[in-house]
């Protein structure tokens, strides 16, 4: 065994045994573990082979998506910030020792490639209903979940590459975001432009649009769900053009790499630190913070708040001072896909639009600067509980979550004519989504952090809101029970509210000394 292959090896060993001899953490392990396993018996039990059978094309639009935004956002966070394949322990542990910087560089995209894999371990559970439904088998569901990692091999591999040629260039860096913000913004506008001019039902003309050849043409994740259209559908043209085009990438990159300069070390020790700072921040008690490139001052000062309600307005005033937008990229654009769809489906489900938006407002919410806070002596410091200085300190996602429901459910209210009571609700009832989120990953903070990888993290917050979203929906349904001659979207949404606000209360208070022990 390679030094290389050992290191990689004992880490995830040593990462076990942390959760086997941590009984909260063993037990918090083995509950999601159960309800995993839960999900895909409850999966199995409602698939028997009499569900309506459906055109694997669908199945195909949906795998060919989930490639382009898992595409999409690695390479964000490459233009944006630098690529971070890399953390702070394989700089001490990689960079000192006798390996070549191709070597390293391999160890760290194989890493990458292991988490990817245990990230695809989360769509198992959908495996019975996928067979079933679209008549895929064992062994296509397993290229799909392969296709899925080496999307991301590609992906941190092209990231690196540009992390490398632009570093400490600002020139280079500008003209690789233009291009990458225009490749994203031209694939959405080409997707809505053919679903408005294609005929016949949304749902039909989004698939088409998905599986069209400019799609399967966009760089690695078309490529790789062109191969899977190949797989599937026996196409033998799209199969070998797909595998070509991912083979001379690779093998372009790769002789890119090995050609391009070798001393990247500064600037990943540099990337690294950054995210050590904030990642460990809680047990070296470090009080440093990364101040944005570009900061709008304004006013100066806070101005407002006492005591634990400071941190409030502290975190509004550096949001709007560190952010282009008065809300986020991700949760503009989010806003504008659910809009745009509801407009080009015409008459679609209210709830289904807000169910859609829920889930993207997982995928768009964090902690926030929650994290940067705890770097720092003055949340610490001040004479409060600690329930209440972290409630007041995830509170910045309530005016950013109430924007963007705004945002989305007013031109919902003149597209499907809805009466203003369900609008009004909608809106109220994702608000208290968003801070259940974010309760939800102060809870996943204080369990897991700096334990597990980012990546495994990832997967615990979306199973830690479907746990703690079932509270409110039994709640919504069983109210419906009750009054069965009511308006169910309302009644369900009047449950979910009602809940949600006690539960994220109820999580903050058992989360509290996530402030005592960092």
């Avoid at 797909?242 to 690779?250: E, F, H, M, Q, V």
């Avoid at 990943?268 to 460990?280: D, K, N, P």
């Amino acid at each position: 065994m390679s030094a290389l292959t050992y290191l990689l090896v004992k880490k995830w060993k040593n990462i076990f045994m942390v959760i086997a001899k941590n009984p909260i953490y063993l037990a918090s392990v083995l509950g999601i573990g159960v309800f995993y396993f839960l999900s895909i018996g409850l999966s199995a039990a409602l698939t028997d082979g009499g569900m309506i059978q459906r055109d694997k094309t669908e199945f195909l639009a949906i795998v060919i998506m989930l490639y382009l935004q898992v595409f999409i956002l690695l390479m964000k966070n490459s233009v944006e910030s630098g690529a971070a394949v890399f953390v702070m322990s394989d700089v001490n542990m990689l960079f000192p020792a006798p390996f070549t910087p191709m070597r390293i560089l391999r160890y760290g995209l194989t890493q990458q490639v292991s988490y990817a894999f245990l990230t695809g371990i989360l769509f198992v559970t959908q495996y019975p209903i996928v067979t079933d439904v679209y008549h895929v088998s064992g062994w296509e569901f397993l290229i799909v979940l392969i296709g899925f990692a080496v999307t991301i091999l590609l992906a941190q591999s092209l990231s690196m590459l540009v992390f490398i040629y632009t570093t400490a260039e600002d020139k280079k860096r500008n003209v690789i975001r233009v291009l990458y913000y225009v490749m994203m913004v031209g694939m959405y506008v080409y997707l809505f432009a053919y679903m408005a001019q294609a005929s016949g039902r949304i749902m039909e003309r989004a698939i088409h649009g998905i599986n069209s050849l400019p799609m399967l043409l966009y760089p690695i994740a078309g490529w790789v769900g062109m191969f899977m259209h190949g797989m599937l559908l026996d196409k033998p043209l799209y199969m070998l053009g797909g595998l070509g085009l991912l083979l001379l990438t690779a093998i372009v990159i790769g002789i890119v790499l090995h050609f391009s300069k070798q001393d990247y070390y500064e600037d990943v020790l540099t990337t690294a630190e950054i995210t050590r700072a904030t990642m460990s921040a809680r047990r070296d008690g470090d009080p440093g913070d990364v101040a944005p490139r570009h900061i709008k001052v304004g006013k100066i000062g806070i101005g407002k708040g006492w005591g634990a309600s400071a941190f409030f307005y502290k975190h509004r005033l550096e949001n709007r001072r560190s952010s282009v937008w008065l809300l986020s990229s991700t949760g503009l654009l989010f806003a504008v896909i659910i809009v745009g769809f509801a407009w080009l489906a015409g008459e679609t489900s209210l709830l289904g639009l807000f169910f859609l938006s829920v889930y993207m407002q997982m995928i768009s919410l964090s902690l926030g600067r929650l994290l940067k806070e705890l770097i720092k002596p003055y949340i610490y410091l001040v004479p409060a509980s600690s329930t209440k200085k972290l409630l007041y300190s995830i509170l910045e996602a309530i005016p950013s979550s109430l924007a963007e429901s705004l945002l989305i459910f007013i031109p919902l209210y003149f597209l499907l004519n809805e009466s203003v009571l369900r609008i009004l609700l909608c809106i109220l009832c994702r608000t208290t989504f968003g801070l259940l989120v974010v309760a939800g990953n102060v809870l996943v903070e204080r369990l897991f952090n700096g334990i597990l990888p980012r990546q495994v993290l990832m997967i615990l917050y979306t199973v830690m809101f479907m746990l703690l979203s079932v509270p409110g929906i039994a709640a919504g349904i069983g109210l419906y029970l009750l009054q069965p001659g009511s308006d169910i979207l309302c009644t369900i949404l009047i449950g979910i509210s009602v809940v949600n606000i006690p539960m994220s209360l109820l999580i903050l208070f058992l989360s509290r000394h996530l402030l005592e022990s960092a």
